[in-house]
């Protein structure tokens, strides 16, 4: 067959799909132990590609002969000149990262989370290579998106699709992980932009508050996004909770880990205010809802279609996060906390409107993996 | 920084700059140095490894008007 390029989206199917998947990541070291391709059937080589220059005879003993090979880099030439290197070696099905960890890191899989009682229905947006999750709400003909990533052709394009409007787009809390889309979908569809106002003080430019309270309808008045004040991964941080169904917990409360309170560095502050929105607030909802947060940590948490997903009540049984005492609480929020992520100053400064850099400096902004959570 | 060599890498996309650079230095004796030039902004963390691995001696790095120069001495 020889060599054939292969889409972000395709290597989403892959991995989802559970299939043995054999990568050869030739990205140096340092960019491989970051952040890669992961899934609970895949398996990897790194070599960088500078080692491979004249061919591939020394690592042909470690390279299957019986499976799909996908050579990763970051861009994709690197990878081409080392596919190349395969097929002349002998290897047969050679598949290459079409964009590299670059289209790997925007590529968004949208999946069908449920209906909403009175028609329409919710989507999550799983950013697979970076785990950023956005949504997608959708009632008679009307939409509001969530923490919108930079990417926003995905948004658009499925609305165009649906032939349906979207007129509201809002963002949980000032992200410091990723630059929001939120600003560019204001611009490109007319929608109104949502922030909200504790983490919007320094911002540049103009935006409706999320207030605690203050519904916001989509379509069919029935179906209301209420938020709700929960303060601790930033002192805005505000939850939604769609058509009494749905809990958006933005990086408040995750799946498997819950948010960290320092990257605006005030850990010790804000540290108190999580540990009452996860501990009191957010205790005193249903424990029916779905919880959906704006990240995921791992592959593991990814359900069949890839979705991310879990009933509050659930959450409060199995997540370490939500079981600590004090002590231990304070210790895990505050302690020996995962690097931050890359460039998040900037990226803060970007959702603030205080710098626009261009779009080849916010991709480079956004490399790597996000790290906004505690895992306890 | 004086060099022995210059390589301009400019307009290049990955791996180019680093299979040029290489090629460069194998031209190069022990000890010498060579500059390069590059605007690919992955070649930063590339060539401080590939020198690495290679042996040889990233001496100094600079960025100015997007581009970046490297100064690489020759193991």
């Known amino acids: ?376 | 920084m004086n060099a022995d060599k210059v390589l301009d890498a400019k307009g290049l996309a990955c791996p180019m700059p680093i299979v040029k650079t290489k090629k460069a230095i194998n031209e190069l004796n022990s000890g010498e140095v060579l500059e390069v030039h590059a605007t690919d902004k992955g070649a930063k963390s590339d060539l401080a490894a590939w020198s690495k691995s290679g042996g040889h001696e990233l001496l100094q790095d600079t960025e100015e008007d997007g581009v970046l120069k490297f100064w690489i001495k020759k193991g």
């Open chain 1, 1 to 376: 067959m020889g060599m054939k390029l292969i889409s972000a989206k395709e290597v989403t199917e892959k991995v989802l799909s559970n299939k043995a998947l054999f990568i050869l990541d030739v990205r140096n070291e340092d960019a491989f132990s970051d952040w890669k391709i992961e899934g609970e059937q895949v398996e990897h080589l790194n070599v960088p590609y500078f080692d491979l220059i004249d061919g591939v005879d020394e690592i042909v003993d470690q390279l299957p002969k019986d499976r799909d090979i996908l050579v990763v880099c970051a861009k994709q030439g690197s990878s081409e000149m080392v596919g190349e290197h395969l097929v002349d070696a002998g290897f047969e099905d050679v598949f290459v990262l079409e964009g590299g960890m670059k289209s790997w890191s925007e590529y968004l899989n949208p999946v069908k989370i449920g209906d909403l009682k009175d028609g329409g229905s919710i989507y999550q947006f799983v950013r697979i290579g970076k785990g950023c999750l956005s949504y997608f709400i959708e009632s008679n003909g009307e939409v509001i998106v969530v923490d919108s990533t930079r990417t926003v052709d995905a948004y658009t394009d499925f609305a165009k699709e649906r032939n349906v409007t979207i007129k509201h787009v809002l963002d949980t809390h000032l992200h410091a992980d990723h630059i929001s889309g939120g600003r560019l979908l204001q611009d490109r569809t007319g929608a109104t932009y949502y922030l909200p106002p504790k983490d919007a003080e320094e911002v540049q430019f103009d935006y409706e508050p999320l207030i605690e309270g203050k519904d916001i309808s989509v379509g069919n008045t029935k179906v209301k996004a209420e938020p709700l004040y929960t303060p601790g991964h930033t002192i805005g941080s505000t939850s939604l909770i769609v058509d009494d169904q749905y809990l958006l917990t933005g990086d408040i409360l995750f799946v498997e880990s819950i948010g960290r309170p320092d990257l605006a560095g005030k850990a010790g502050v804000w540290a108190d205010d999580l540990r009452n929105t996860l501990y009191d607030k957010y205790k005193e909802l249903s424990h029916d809802l779905i919880v959906l947060p704006a990240h995921f940590g791992s592959v593991s948490e990814l359900g069949d279609q890839g979705q991310v997903q879990a009933k509050l009540g659930d959450l409060y049984e199995e997540n370490a996060g939500l079981n600590m005492d004090e002590k231990e609480f304070r210790r895990a929020v505050s302690e020996n906390l995962p690097p931050q992520p890359n460039a998040y100053q900037e990226i803060r400064q970007t959702n603030m409107g205080k710098i626009n850099p261009n779009d080849e400096d916010q991709r480079e902004m956004e490399i790597g993996p996000n790290r906004c959570a505690i895992h306890g």
